[in-house]
């Protein structure tokens, strides 16, 4: 059998924690700043896990990930 391809979008975005789930970017910080709360930028900091349903998506699409 050939081997199956890793999404080159997902490669970029996320990555794997040693328990499993999928590490990815705090979303809606990009642009826009000056109209987010202190709090919201706070909280947006560094990294975050996505959810199970999103974390199953991701994992099809990454299929040699540890």
Do not use: W
């Amino acid at each position: 059998m050939p081997k199956m391809k890793t999404k080159s979008s997902c490669k970029k975005r996320f990555k794997m924690t040693a328990s499993g789930k999928v590490k990815a970017a705090q979303a809606g910080k990009q642009h826009g700043m000056i109209k987010r709360t202190n709090k919201f930028i706070r909280d947006a900091r560094g990294t975050t896990t996505l959810s199970e349903p999103d974390a199953k998506i991701i994992k099809s699409m990454m299929p040699y990930a540890r």
